[in-house]
């Protein structure tokens, strides 16, 4: 059976203009960059009356060996509330 473990887990806060395609693009292209394969499972904006909600997972694959892979899952939560 596969080991499985949280690596990294954290919140930011930030007041002030942010766009959100550009910290996609961003981790998008790192990923890429060291060889992932990305699955989007989950890429939902959900407009609400005086706050916005970005909701993303991503399913991230990169073969290690012919035995072994890494399978890192990435979720975003991002919350544009004034």
């Known amino acids: ?6 690596i990294f887990s ?4 930030y007041k002030g203009d942010f766009e ?16 992932y394969l990305i699955l989007e499972e989950k890429n939902i904006k959900e407009p ?10 991503w ?3 990169k073969n290690l060996t012919d035995y072994s892979r890494a399978n890192d899952k990435l979720k975003f939560f991002v919350d544009l509330s004034e």
Do not use: A
């Open 10 to 13: 954290s919140k930011v806060s």
């Open 20 to 35: 959100v395609t550009k910290l996609y693009r961003f981790v998008q292209d790192w990923m890429k960059d060291r060889g």
């Open 59 to 61: 399913n991230c694959i």
């Open 48 to 57: 609400l009356t005086r706050t916005e909600v970005v909701r993303v997972e």
């Open 1 to 6: 059976m596969p080991e499985k473990s949280k």
